[in-house]
């Protein structure tokens, strides 16, 4: 079954408890880790990491949009946080960073932006529990999503990577369905089912019914 992982990024930062009630179909939740510097934009940190983690009984992921993630795993992984996405364009020795993930206890996972082959990652694919491909430029939520994801993912499988893979950006109920033909099982949403007067139940709910829909040609 497709995982469904709602982002905080869309959620109103002030109501961030009040949101994550409203996620009990969910199926983790996903953090979006920004430090102005791998990506323009500033965003959560350690301190927000812990404070969503008692407040929910979802898994938490972080993704680690910064340079160094190296400098964050470990308080990230105190703090609770049960996956921690790295970037592939973030690190040199992601090897050595898998291995302190797991040493920390948290699940290790490496994440592509479009513009970085999927067959970079394949030498470590034995060691992840995700490859997250972008569907987007990281930085922004609410951005339109990029069709090149769909190749991507089925390359993935093509290549033999039989771990889960998650896309991340632009995700709705018209994109959804060929990405996960194409063989994605974890579904990241944050405008789609945050930004939006409908309830975050309904939404997730029409993501889930267009996951198992046949794809009508490109989104
Ligand atoms: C983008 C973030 C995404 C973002 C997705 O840089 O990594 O997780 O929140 O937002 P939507 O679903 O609105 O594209
Ligand atoms: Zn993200």
Redesign the pocket.
Known sequence: MIRIHP????ADPLQIGQTLAQLSQADGV?L?I?DGHF?PPLTFGTWLAKAVVAATELPVEA?L?VSNPERHLETLAESGVRRLIIHQEATGHAHRLIEEIRRLGAAPAM?VNPGTPVETLRDLWPELDLVLV??????????A?WPGAIAKVAQLRQLGYHGDIEV?????DRTAPAVVAAGATVL????????TTKTPASRIAALREASGRTPKGRP
């Open positions: 982002s905080l990024l869309s996903h979006d920004m990506v993704h949009m994440a972008m569907s987007v430029d990281p930085g922004w939520g609410g951005q999503f991340d950006g632009g995700i709705d990241v949403s944050g405008s789609y089912i945050l930004g």
